[in-house]
Every structure is written in C-alpha cells, then in structure tokens.
C-alpha cells in the first residue's frame, strides 16, 4: 500500500484547528497546511466578544495562537505551505503544494472565504476600529451610535437590521436605486425608522481620529452627478459579498453557483467519499468563529468513522 497521511486538513482558522484538535486525540496524527498567512479571519479581528469560554473580550490573532498551541500540543503537525492543486481523482489524493506533494486518505478543506472589501483610502487603516465586515461580531460596539452599511444585497440588509437594535442611527448606503435583497427583507428595512437609505452612491474614502484610532467619517460620491458628500459615523459595515477560497476544487467537487462548497445534508462530507469541508468554505449563511469551529469538529470525526471503515 501507498504510504499516506491518515488525514490533512488545509487551513488555518477555527474550522482547520478544531477539526486538528479532534482529529489529534482520535490519535490520527493529523497535517495540517496551514497556508502562508495562519489564522484565517480572526487574524484581522480585534475584539472577540462572542467566542465562548472568555467572560472578558478576546483578541483575534490571540484566540488563534490559542487553537493552534491546543492543535499542537496533541501533535497536529503544521506545514507553513500554500496548496497550488489538488488531485482528488484517485486513492490516496494528492495535495500538490509549493514544496512538496502529499498523499492523503482524507481531506478537510477548512480554507475558509474572504469578506470583499471596497478598497478606498482609509478602511484598511480603520479595520477593527470603526470598519467591520460583520455586524454579528462588531455590533454590539455600537450601542447608541451611528453606524453605516453599504451594499444592497441580503446581507447588508440584514446587518443594517441587526444594527437597529443597538444603534441609534443605520445609513444603508447602495451604490443603485434598488436593492438585490429579498422583498420581506427590503420591507422591514424600509419599515424601520432607525433606517436611512442613501441611493445611488458609493463610499470613496473613511476618515476619522488617530488616537486614538476611530473612525468618525465616510465620504460618499453620488454616481449619477459625482457630487461628493460626508456621512459622520462611527461604525462602518461592509457587506459586499464574500469570496469562499474554493478556486482549488473548481471542477473536482460540487459547488453551488456562487462557489460554495456543497456538503451533504447534516454532514460535512462533499461529492467525494472520504473529503470533507468545513467552515466559512461552505457556509454563507452564519460565517461565525463558533459554527466554524462546530462544522470542524464534525469534519473530524466524519473523518475519523471515514478511516476506520474504509483503512
Ligand atoms: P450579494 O447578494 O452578492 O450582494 C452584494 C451587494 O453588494 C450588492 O447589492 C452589490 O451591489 C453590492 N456591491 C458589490 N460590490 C460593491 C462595491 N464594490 N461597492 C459597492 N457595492 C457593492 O452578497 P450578500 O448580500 O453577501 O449575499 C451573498 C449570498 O448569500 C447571496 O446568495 C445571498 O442571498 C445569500 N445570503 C442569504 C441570506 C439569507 O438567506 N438570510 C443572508 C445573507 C446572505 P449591486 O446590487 O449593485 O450589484
């Protein structure tokens, strides 16, 4: 038999480590590939307040060392590599990465998505303080003070209604003069009196103080006339859609149109027998750290019931 690794998990954030975790102490000796930036979202994440386990406000990056030093410490071996293929055509796969290629009896893919950013002046400088891409982890900062979405699709919708209930003011901001969103979703909006809509604009630029760091401005340009105008805020939300890192499996494994992974129902396993996908690479739906972490520890022990039927 071909010499393989029992089971290598690609990625590095809360879904690649608990997966790690749970698949180290099923004695599974388990790899991880980690990627050239470890941590995945959290990494750019300042205050965690919603992670269980912590009575106090965590920090991103520190809540990943966290996961990584637990995944070590019952001896995940991690591989600080970037995967540039895949060959999932035959037993053991194939995971061709930039040093090496590495056979594998399973597979999770916990490679997890990226929130589109606008890219103008001043949101990398104000991320984390002031500029967020997700109101379920950052609203409650915002209690009784302005804040802004923009994007016109469910989820900026629905960000824009989740912030009603602690703002004082939400200014969704839409580059056109209809929202994407679904209908039920676009009446409670409008219903809303917390709710300003500004049509037909885009954010050009986020302004605010240095020290210490908090935004306090977004400039906005009307597309129809170019006319440029300041919003004051203290929070930005932008929901312009997600990216899930999924170019890897095009073509190998089912995905739904907007690039998903798809899983079978109440499963993590995709359309090939023995690999599995967790986290924010399949889910558009909660995007958290905690169901991140929940879909690995499934991930794991499919897995785990996976090798010891088939190895
Ligand atoms: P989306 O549906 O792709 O909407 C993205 C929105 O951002 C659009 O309104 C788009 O404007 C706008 N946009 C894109 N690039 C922009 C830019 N550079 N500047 C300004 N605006 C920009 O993304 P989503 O809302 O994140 O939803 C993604 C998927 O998840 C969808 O299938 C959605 O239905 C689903 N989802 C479902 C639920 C639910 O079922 N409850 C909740 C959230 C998301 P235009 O409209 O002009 O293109």
Request: aromatic fraction near 8%.
């Amino acid at each position: 038999m071909v010499k393989a690794e029992n089971i290598t998990i690609i990625g590095s954030g809360p879904a690649g480590y608990t997966a790690a975790i749970y698949a180290a102490r099923a004695g599974l000796s388990p790899l991880m590939i980690s990627g050239l930036e470890q941590g995945g979202q959290l990494m750019i994440t300042t205050d965690v307040e919603n992670y269980p386990g912590f009575e106090k406000p965590v920090q991103g990056p520190w809540l990943m060392e966290q996961m990584k030093n637990q995944a070590k410490s019952f001896g995940t071996r991690i591989l600080v590599d970037f995967v540039k293929d895949v060959d999932l055509n035959s037993l053991p796969f194939k995971i061709k990465t930039e040093k090496e290629v590495i056979k594998s009896n399973s597979i999770v893919i916990a490679t997890g998505a990226k929130a589109n950013w606008l890219n103008i002046k001043g949101e990398q400088e104000f991320m984390g303080f002031g500029v967020s891409a997700c109101a379920t982890c950052d609203g409650f900062f915002f209690k009784d003070k302005e804040v802004a979405v923009v994007g016109g699709g469910n989820s900026a919708v629905e960000e824009a209604l989740y912030l009603t209930n602690f703002a004082a003011k939400v200014t969704l901001v839409h580059r056109r003069d209809k929202l994407r969103a679904e209908k039920i979703l676009q009446d409670r909006l409008f219903r809303n009196n917390k709710v300003e809509i500004i049509w037909n604009s885009k954010a050009i630029e986020f302004k605010g103080n240095e020290n210490p760091q908090s935004l306090k401005q977004v400039i906005l340009e009307n597309v129809n006339d170019g006319k440029k105008f300041i919003v004051d805020t203290n929070g930005a939300f932008i929901a312009i859609g997600h990216d899930p890192s999924t170019s890897l499996f095009k073509g190998k494994l089912n995905m739904d149109d907007e690039n998903y992974i798809i899983t079978k129902n109440d499963s993590t396993e995709t359309s090939i027998e023995g690999i599995f996908a967790a986290g924010d690479v399949k889910d558009k739906i909660y995007r958290q750290a905690v169901t991140a972490a929940g879909m690995g520890c499934m991930a794991a022990l499919e897995a785990e019931k996976y090798l010891s039927e088939n190895y």
